[in-house]
Structure formats: structure tokens, C-alpha cells
């Protein structure tokens, strides 16, 4: 088994973002603590990485995000105290996040972009490939993107991103990627990207969400990325390096997704997350939908 063929095992988090745009709520809890329902958004995404095989994850936060370490550590407290009551059901729900994965966290220190937070994981990846999850996307699991990503990367090599078609005048909310077929209906190679194009400079309608496996070599290249879009390191930019030619770390190969997303990095979208979740729950789904309807019959 070649370098970039290695059993991929480690996944990275980044999580030192301010959470500006969910303001006061975040002033003292960090926006990946906020409930989409009854589970804080990382612990789904925490939950994703493991259902695709990958137990060790590094966590990269920065200042007031201890109530990350927290949630993933055991309280003995609260366990005791709900063993006491015999409710075995919510000791099993405080249990379960620390007995997800193995946590590992380090701290970005100044916020110089997302490349820079994946630069910040070198030293505990290695040289194996490893995933990058971004906490505002939520994939729901009965559509399992990272599992074929990382088979993907198996395959083929190189660095492995997810794609999805949105509408053109949407395209500038995010990178963008210039992509050709390959004969896997749902794998592209990508060959050029862009951070955030305006619709009339866009390569195509295939946005890049927070889903990455990438080989090593990322490292090596990020090192000596310069600042671009906004004055942060983007991963686009080393990533479109990658993306040229027959470098080493190379090729880079995009997964289109077509299941279900939920993006809990805008207010609106993250309310409606959490109605399309509780709509979707057997214990909250039936009485909510019901309350729903009416709520909306009512409203029009």
C-alpha cells in the first residue's frame, strides 16, 4: 500500500471561528454548540466521520471553545446524579458523546483563514491522508458522502472534494471548481478552482461544500500559500495548485453529492435544519408536522 493509499483514519475539525453571524447567541457559546434539536451541531458531525470509519479526530479551536472539550468528555457529575434517578435513557444520550471517538484538540492561536487551521493539524496527521469536516455542513446519514469520498481516495490517489450544483447566482457564496467527467457518474476531475467567483467569472455551477479528503502533500503547499481571498490562507488556492498538472499530492477529484444538506452556517438555513430534522424524528415528528400545518394554515 503507497503513501497516498493509506487506510485513512484521522479526521480534522476546524472549529476556531467566531460565530459572528449568529451574534449574541455566540458571544460566550461557541456557534458549534448551538442544538439543532436536541444535539449540538458538531456532535453530527463528530457522528459522521466515525460512521465513515474515521475514530480519531482533531478538534482545531481557539479562544472560549472549551465547552467543545467538554461535551466530548465524560461528566460524572450528571452521570451519577441521572443513575441515581434510574434514567437510563438520557445517561445513555450524556454518554454517548464521550464514547464516540478518540479527541484530540489544538488551538489555532490568531484566525488566519481554513488553510491555515488545516496547516495547524501537520504535526498530529502525518503523512497519511486525512478528512477535513466543516461544522456547518450537515450531512444527514442515510446519504453517506465522507464513506464514498474516502473510497474515492482510495482508489484513485490524490485529494478528494465534495461538489455540489447549485443555482448560478448562487455560486458566489462559494469556492467553485472547473471539473471534467470521468467515467464514474458521480466523480469529476477537477481541474482549476476558484473562492467565491462573481456567477459571470464562475467555471461551472458545482460549489465546494465542507467536506475534504486530502493528501499530505496539502501540507507542503499550504506552508507557502499566500494570503488570498479576505487576507486568509484558503484551501482553495492550495488546493487549485493541486489541482494543476502532475504535482505531487495530485490528482484532485471531485464527488458530487446529490443527498441531503442542511447548512447550519446562516440563520435561516439553520432554522430550517432544525425543522426539517424534527419534521424527520419518530419521537418529535408526528406531533411537530401536525403543529406545523396548522401553524402555517393559520399564518396564510
Not at 472549529?15 to 461557541?30: D, E
Not at 479526530?57 to 472549551?66: F, Y
Not at 460549489?207 to 484551501?235: C, M, N, S
Not at 495548485?241 to 442542511?262: I, M
Amino acid at each position: 500500500m503507497t503513501q497516498s493509499h493509506l487506510r485513512i483514519s484521522k479526521a480534522v475539525i476546524p472549529a476556531a471561528g467566531l460565530g459572528t453571524r449568529f451574534l449574541p447567541a455566540t458571544k460566550a457559546t461557541p456557534k458549534e454548540m448551538l442544538p439543532v434539536v436536541d444535539k449540538p451541531a458538531i456532535q453530527y458531525v463528530v457522528e459522521e466521520a466515525v460512521s465513515a470509519g474515521l475514530d480519531d479526530v482533531l478538534m482545531i479551536t481557539g479562544r472560549n471553545k472549551r465547552p467543545l472539550e467538554d461535551h466530548f468528555d465524560r461528566n460524572y457529575e450528571l452521570e451519577s446524579a441521572l443513575q441515581k434517578k434510574g434514567d437510563a435513557g438520557r445517561l445513555a444520550k450524556v454518554q454517548e458523546s464521550s464514547d464516540l471517538a478518540t479527541m484530540h484538540y489544538v488551538r489555532q492561536g490568531d484566525p488566519k483563514g481554513l488553510g491555515h487551521a488545516v496547516l495547524c493539524a501537520a504535526p498530529h496527521v502525518g503523512q497519511e491522508p486525512f478528512a477535513v469536516l466543516l461544522g456547518d455542513d450537515l450531512i444527514d446519514p442515510r446519504d453517506p458522502l465522507l464513506a464514498r469520498m474516502v473510497e474515492v481516495q482510495e482508489q484513485r490517489g490524490g485529494s478528494v472534494i465534495a461538489l455540489m450544483e447549485v443555482a448560478p447566482e448562487q455560486i458566489h457564496l462559494y469556492g467553485c471548481a472547473a471539473v471534467e467527467p470521468t467515467e464514474d457518474s458521480d466523480v469529476v476531475r477537477v481541474t482549476g478552482m476558484v473562492e467565491k467567483p462573481d456567477t459571470a467569472d464562475a467555471p461551472s455551477n458545482y460549489a465546494v461544500i465542507g467536506r475534504y479528503v486530502l493528501d499530505p502533500h496539502i501540507f507542503d503547499i499550504l506552508r507557502k500559500t499566500e494570503p488570498g481571498r479576505g487576507g486568509e490562507i484558503q484551501l482553495t488556492d492550495a488546493l487549485q495548485q493541486l489541482a494543476e498538472g502532475d504535482k505531487a499530492g495530485g490528482p484532485v477529484h471531485g464527488v458530487v453529492f446529490k443527498g441531503r444538506r442542511y447548512d447550519t452556517g446562516d440563520r435561516g438555513d439553520y432554522l430550517r435544519a432544525i425543522v426539517r430534522l424534527a419534521c424527520e424524528r419518530e419521537d418529535l415528528g408526528p406531533d411537530f408536522r401536525a403543529w406545523l400545518r396548522s401553524y402555517v394554515a393559520e399564518e396564510m
